[in-house]
């Protein structure tokens, strides 16, 4: 991630709009190693400011891959807090700007919710969005759970 992902200008930009970022060192720190569960690096973990996660990925990720999982993990630590109209935004915006990601199933399924959830939001608001899903991805999971709106 050091040497590809976070380097990239629009990758930084965007961890410094959203995040407040804390590296650790896993060798240095085996305390937060075992305190935040990371048994493998790179690990990031979106917490709230009372330290609940909200979000978690391990692993490399290109870049692009990279902005779309950290535009999940803030829609989905949005869903969480029940801010649901910040939540479709970051939801709308993954599908929009990472249209081929695997995430977009996901993401489709929340907006979905969301949109049913936001004041004024129907039922019918949220099987608009998930016929989406169940159009563009027919066999991913997200769509298995949407499948009982449609039954």
């Known amino acids: 991630m050091d ?3 976070y380097p990239q200008e629009k990758v930084a930009a965007f961890i410094i709009d959203h995040f407040i970022p804390v590296k650790i060192h896993t060798d240095d720190h085996p305390d937060l190693t075992e305190r935040y ?3 493998w690096t790179p690990t990031f973990i979106l917490l709230d400011g009372s330290g ?3 979000y978690r990925e391990t692993g490399y ?5 990279f902005l779309a999982h950290m535009t999940l993990a803030l829609g989905r630590a949005a869903f969480e807090e029940r801010d649901f109209s910040t939540a479709a935004k970051h939801f709308q915006t993954l599908v929009d700007q990472h ?3 695997e995430l977009v199933p996901e993401a489709l399924y929340f907006l979905g919710v969301c949109k049913n959830r936001i004041s004024g939001g129907t039922a019918d608001d949220r099987k608009a969005v998930w016929k ?3 159009e563009s991805h027919p066999k991913s999971d997200w769509a298995k759970k949407a499948s009982f709106a449609f039954e």
């Open 132 to 134: 989406r899903l169940m």
């Open 99 to 101: 249209g081929t990601s």
């Open 61 to 65: 990720l290109p870049p692009d891959d």
């Open 3 to 5: 040497a590809v992902t």
């Open 37 to 39: 569960r990371v048994p």
């Open 52 to 54: 609940t996660e909200h």
